[in-house]
Nanobody
Framework: QLQLVESGGGLVQPGGSLRLSCAAS????????IGWFRQAPGKEREGVSC????????NYADSVKGRFTISRDNAKNTVYLQMNSLKPEDTAVYYC????????????????????????WGQGTQVTVSS
């Protein structure tokens, strides 16, 4: 059973930073593309960022480009989302997810931010940006 666990959420002031972690258990992340998603109250789940299995390709939603950075440490079986210059509109529950096909660059760009493309999901971590 694939299991993903997110951590690192919390309350932060506008302009602040947080680093989210997505740790896997029961399987190795090496062969999976990983995505970060978020869902605010009353809104649909949206793709934030994704990374290929080897870490060589990444993709970001326009709303977070230049502020968020996704990375992975396969030795630690963990994917990270560094979030800088946080805004109130970044407030949401953040989820990580894994997809079985080992996407390449083109597939990541085309499908990587689509929630429906992912097989396994974590339970989420709350991020609140407020003064």
């Amino acid at each position: 059973q694939l299991q993903l666990v997110e951590s690192g959420g919390g309350l932060v002031q506008p302009g602040g930073s947080l680093r989210l972690s997505c740790a896997a258990s029961g399987f190795t992340l090496d062969y999976y593309a990983i995505g970060w998603f978020r869902q605010a109250p009353g809104k649909e789940r949206e793709g934030v960022s994704c990374i290929s299995s080897g870490g060589g390709s990444t993709n970001y939603a326009d709303s977070v480009k230049g502020r968020f950075t996704i990375s992975r440490d396969n030795a630690k079986n963990t994917v990270y989302l560094q979030m800088n210059s946080l805004k109130p509109e970044d407030t949401a529950v953040y989820y990580c997810a894994a997809t079985t096909p080992p996407w390449g660059h083109l597939e990541l760009a085309q499908y990587g931010l689509g929630p429906g493309e992912y097989d396994s999901w974590g339970q989420g971590t709350q991020v609140t940006v407020s003064s």
